[in-house]
């Protein structure tokens, strides 16, 4: 059974830091397209970060060098590092997993088949 387990959330300052984490569990992640997105009240879910089974990392142009998508494949485990955090980054952080891909990864929500439950990130002026 796919699971997808995030973890880290919480509220902050602006400047602040996070570090979400996201536990896979049921298939081969790394052999799969894995992504952050998040979805702030009253918006629609954007996509934030994804890392193919290349270890190829893409940005959204907000978290460009702001965050940081890394795994550690010995825990099973993805992470989104988010440093300089604005009131903007506030929102509900999901994980998820492509598992039709290893590669060529979407930016779009609708092709990710596996979702966790989301953890919230609160960032405070």
């Known amino acids: 059974q796919v699971q997808l387990v995030e973890s880290g959330g919480g509220s902050v300052q602006a400047g602040g830091s996070l570090r979400l984490s996201c536990y896979a569990s049921g298939f081969g992640y790394r052999r799969t397209c894995m992504g952050w997105f998040r979805q702030a009240p009253g918006k629609e879910r954007e996509w934030v970060a994804r890392?193919?089974?290349?270890?190829?990392?893409i940005y959204a142009y907000f978290a460009k060098d702001r965050f940081t998508i890394s795994t550690e494949n010995a825990k099973n485990t993805l992470y989104l590092q988010m440093n300089s955090l604005k009131p903007e980054d506030t929102a509900m952080y999901y994980c998820?997993?492509?598992?039709?891909?290893?590669?060529?990864?979407?930016?779009?929500?609708?092709?990710?088949?596996?979702w966790g439950q989301g953890t919230q990130v609160t960032v405070s002026s």
């Open positions: 998820a997993a492509d598992s039709r891909r290893y590669d060529f990864c979407s930016d779009h929500s609708r092709d990710y088949d596996y």
């Open positions: 890392i193919d089974s290349l270890d190829t990392k």
